[in-house]
């Protein structure tokens, strides 16, 4: 205002800028703001063209230290890249562990993350509990597998050995450039995958082992080494997957990681005494949804080896610490809902629908910590 003007003398030299008196400022204004608008507008589209490596690349230097490690794996998911997935998400120490029963100590050689403090608190839990206090929940798809690897339902749904109306029916399903319709949202999309495959008997008992020898799934290196290494020192390991339990039995079997301290808790196909397909099991399907099912589902193994109370969770996505929801084991990990926030606030950045100046704001946004908004 006029008044303030006459007190402080820098409010008196900006508002002077802005009367008329000085129309060459106002005319050099008007004359490069579309400048800057089209040199905005034009970098904003070269990052849209340079698809998600290029927008996670933007994120990940506008982001804190602490959210890179989760930036990066969010990357390779969400890129689909083979390469950079295969080294997104590290399996941990697991397949270097000495059968005299102690945890290695860390060498300089190992990659170390930004939150050095909380890693070493848990890698010091582990240590306390040793060998013979430890439990191994995995997942399956894209965690033991290679990343670009086809996932379950993608053998189901796309296999030669299947019949062709199985493949039309789940070609929509398997389409995942457009939103799905309500009815197939969440659950209903298994349920319909799962539907298809009753109603025509496939895949029959006999095409399982044929079915997976052909699909494009490649183990994750250091994954099949991991699990021998896990049953040699008699480790309990559970492999829960939203995929096809008897899909994964045969991989596992066929790469040599499928062993006797090995179970596999996932989606099972019943075949009939003439081999066609008549159910699935369990009848509310597991899927990345349900995974808090896990405690209920393989009450009997928890039972069994609840002397075990150190708890390594290993998976590609953060839905996948759901396995331990209904558990009463000591909580040795982040905090879920800082996780779960980063994860779905580098999603919703990296997204092809939304901008960063689209008036389109998902609710997470006012839940995930300052740190991974700040920009």
Not at 85 to 107: H, M, R, T
């Amino acid at each position: 205002s006029r008044r303030h003007s006459t007190r402080d003398p820098m409010v008196s030299a900006a508002l002077s800028w802005l009367r008329p008196a000085r129309p060459s400022a106002t005319a050099a204004v008007m004359l490069f703001s579309p400048l800057l608008l089209l040199l905005l507008a034009r970098r904003v589209n070269a990052i849209r063209a340079g698809g998600p490596q290029q927008r996670a690349k933007l994120l990940q230097s506008r982001l804190s230290t602490a959210a890179c490690t989760e930036v990066a794996a969010a990357k390779n998911t969400i890129a689909g890249s083979k390469e950079g997935a295969a080294n997104g998400c590290a399996l941990g120490a697991a397949s270097e562990l000495p059968a005299g029963g102690a945890f290695p100590k860390a060498s300089s050689s190992v990659p170390r993350i930004p939150c050095s403090t909380t890693f070493e608190t848990k890698i010091a839990a582990l240590h306390t509990h040793g060998v013979d206090g430890l439990l191994v929940i995995t997942d399956f798809d894209l965690t033991l597998t290679r990343g670009g690897s086809l996932q379950c339902h993608d053998i189901l749904g796309k296999s030669a050995h299947v019949p062709q109306r199985v493949r039309d029916g789940f070609a929509p399903l398997l389409d995942f450039s457009k939103p799905f319709p309500p009815p197939l949202n969440g659950v209903g999309w298994w349920e319909r995958a799962h539907e298809l495959l009753v109603s025509h008997g496939a895949p029959r008992r006999e095409q399982l082992a044929a079915m997976v020898a052909e699909a494009e799934v490649h183990p994750r290196p250091g994954a099949v080494r991991m699990l021998k290494t896990l049953d040699e020192l008699q480790v309990p390991t559970l492999v829960v997957s939203a995929g096809c339990a008897d899909l994964i039995e045969t991989w596992l079997e066929r790469h040599g990681g499928l062993h006797p301290t090995t179970r596999v808790s996932s989606n099972r196909l019943l075949w009939d005494e003439e081999g066609n397909l008549k159910q699935v099991h369990p009848e509310q399907p597991i899927t990345s949804f349900t995974k808090h099912m896990t405690r209920e589902l393989n009450a009997d193994f928890f039972e069994s080896h609840s002397h075990r109370r150190a708890l390594l969770v290993i998976g590609d996505s953060c839905s996948d610490l759901k396995v331990i929801s209904h558990t009463s084991l000591p909580k040795l990990r982040s905090t879920r809902s800082t996780l779960t926030a980063a994860s779905q606030a580098v999603q919703f950045w990296l997204s092809d629908e939304l901008s960063p100046f689209s008036s389109k704001r998902p609710a997470f946004l006012g839940q995930a910590p300052r740190r991974f908004l700040r920009r």
